[in-house]
């Protein structure tokens, strides 16, 4: 069996072609109701290409993230495609693996194939979504932000990255833990720069801390890297704070190979919960945020831009973190 054409649809309503298609781009016309009731009869689903050349939309919509295998980018593209798919919005998915000059060339290449972008910049320095944006494509920012002129033109969906870590900093220092490490990500990204201050400044009201800092790359080695650099010390750290989910693995497969008995040897906070968390031995305490709310977010204000006409005010929101203690944080017991 055939499906259904515009002109079925049109006969059976007994109206014009005309009068189905403003119908189906949502303009008031007549026979409303005998339309509806011949799209359902007719089971009717018009041609996206058709629906795109009439609207000038692709109903596409690209997510472009740093690195497609970090679950917290996975959560938030179910949040995102959640919202999109109400409106009957498609994603696209893209990686940029954390390369400026990739991300360039993605968002070039996304001009005029998609109606708009959710975006994870790759460096708070970046100028490519300043482009992109002038060149007619809108970009809600995801996690991350840039800085610089023009700026306040993006929406922005963000986490208070300083509060979690501040709070991290904190119930380490309650723990009666002075020798304190942090590893961290690159910070010319948002969550890498603000993640470090607010931890290292929380650390500082405390005049005995002494602070150990390695530098990962937000992925798994680079946290197994870091964490064996620190343990390979003559005076280790009692605790740690690890700034994102991937690298946390890698510090636990590191304390796992190195016989570390946590939290008895080595407490451990990760920013970002992660699905296993819970269920480790002992569970892992966390920085946590709402990832999937993040997407959603995210999508909402694309899709409000998308929408209305003219200039609208870009808007900036940041979402609240919490600190899930858990088994992987206790009491300092080292003397020495």
Known sequence: ??????????????????????????????????IRAAVQDLAYRPSPVARSLRSGRTRSIAVVVPDVTNPFFAAVVKGAEAVARQDDYHLFLSNTDED???????????????????LAPTVESDEAPLRAQQAGLPIVFLDREIGGTGTDLFDAVLVDNAGGSRRAAEHL????????????GTVNSTPGRQRREAFLDALRQSETAQVYEEVGDFREQGGYQAVMRLLALEHP???????????????????????ISVPDQ?????????????????PLTVVDRPMEEQGALAMRLLLRRLRESGDVTARRIVLETNLLIRGSTGPNRRTT
């Open 1 to 34: 069996m055939s499906e259904a054409t515009i002109g079925d649809v049109a006969r059976r309503a007994g109206v014009s072609t005309t009068t189905v298609s403003r119908f189906l781009a949502g303009q008031p016309v007549r026979a409303e109701e005998s």
């Open 100 to 118: 400026v000059d990739r991300e360039a060339a993605v968002l070039a290449d996304l001009v005029g194939r998609v109606d708009g972008a959710i």
């Open 173 to 184: 220092l309650d723990l009666g833990h002075r020798r304190i490490a942090i590893v961290n």
């Open 237 to 259: 750290p009692t605790a740690l704070f690890v700034t994102n989910n991937l690298m946390t693995i890698g510090a636990l497969r590191a304390l796992h190979d190195l016989g």
């Open 266 to 282: 080595l407490s451990v906070i990760g920013f970002d919960d992660l699905d296993l968390a819970a269920l480790l031995m002992p």
